[in-house]
């Protein structure tokens, strides 16, 4: 297990008793996608026979750079693997075997980031399945801890969220409505905290899925969050002081900046992936 195991949706070592004093500079690594197995999947069923070894080697270069540069925590945006979850309603063609190997290597690889460094890991849709579902998620947290939580990390707050039930609840609508609850509950003890002690906290928040990849005014799209539900979202999140947004998902580096009204602002910041690096198209969509 990743030592970043959030239970009750709290982190042990990262918790407001130990970190949610004053405020001191800190960095940390953000990644996403390793997605062990993408490579292979665009080749023909028949000729999928090279596995994951140059995912995997680019997985143990980044572990290797999160060692050399001792962050205060490093944090995996989702899509850990890249073969589906069979347990997703209406996925066939799942090959249990690679799926298992995928996860057992990706876990092995990525334990070997020092100990001393706190290590999340978020789900993607490639972990949960596009329609999750109770048992998918369930499977996840049994790995990797829980799906949604928050922490802090000397005096700023983040929150992780699962992104994929804002994607798609379809077989998921009362675990989507127990974040949805947590996270009304979150904003408004983060925005209680920096009103009644006169200092502005800063709010960080992690997913797989961006909000929007570019724009936050640009359409729906596979990379992206409904636009309606999007803007509701950003707006309670700017007034509650997030300041940045950090997910993976599009394969390449990406992101914008959200304002809303009152002129206070929000950074997206789309990460390019561990694995897989997708081209643009020239005149394809986003």
Not at 47 to 74: D, M, S
Not at 152 to 159: A, N, P, S, T
Not at 216 to 239: M, S, T, W
Request: glycine share 10%; hydrophobic share 35%.
């Amino acid at each position: 297990r990743p030592r970043g195991f959030a239970r009750g949706r709290r982190l042990a070592g990262l918790g407001r008793e130990e970190h949610g004093g004053h405020l001191k500079p800190f960095f940390f690594v953000q990644m996403a996608d390793p997605q062990l197995g993408m490579e292979d999947s665009f080749r023909d069923r028949a000729q999928q026979q090279q596995g994951w070894g140059k995912e995997l080697e680019l997985l143990r270069l980044a572990v290797e750079e999160v060692n050399r540069l001792r962050p205060a925590f490093a944090i995996v945006c989702g899509d850990l693997i890249n073969e589906w979850p069979a347990e997703e309603s209406g996925r066939n063609g799942v090959d249990e075997g690679a799926r298992q190997g995928q996860d057992r290597d990706f876990k092995e690889a990525i334990q070997k980031v020092h100990a001393d460094i706190p290590l999340l890991c978020l789900c993607g849709n490639h972990d949960i399945g596009n329609r999750p579902n109770a048992i998918t998620i369930r499977n996840f947290v049994e790995s990797f801890g829980d799906d949604y939580f928050s922490f802090w990390c000397h005096g700023v707050k983040c929150l992780v969220v699962n992104s994929q039930l804002w994607k798609d609840d379809t077989d998921a609508k009362e675990l989507r409505q127990e974040m949805d609850r947590w996270l009304d509950a979150e904003l408004a003890e983060a925005a209680d905290g920096s009103a009644s002690s006169g200092v502005k906290r800063p709010l960080l928040v992690f997913s797989h899925i961006p909000p929007f990849v570019f724009d936050p005014d640009e359409k729906d799209e596979y990379f992206n969050l409904d636009l309606a539900f999007r803007g509701r979202l950003l707006q309670r999140l700017v007034a509650s002081g997030a300041t940045a947004w950090f997910c993976g998902h599009y394969h390449r580096n990406a992101g914008g900046l959200y304002r809303d009204k009152q002129g206070r602002t929000l950074e997206v910041v789309v990460t390019g992936a561990v694995g897989v690096q997708i081209k643009d198209k020239e005149g394809g969509e986003p």
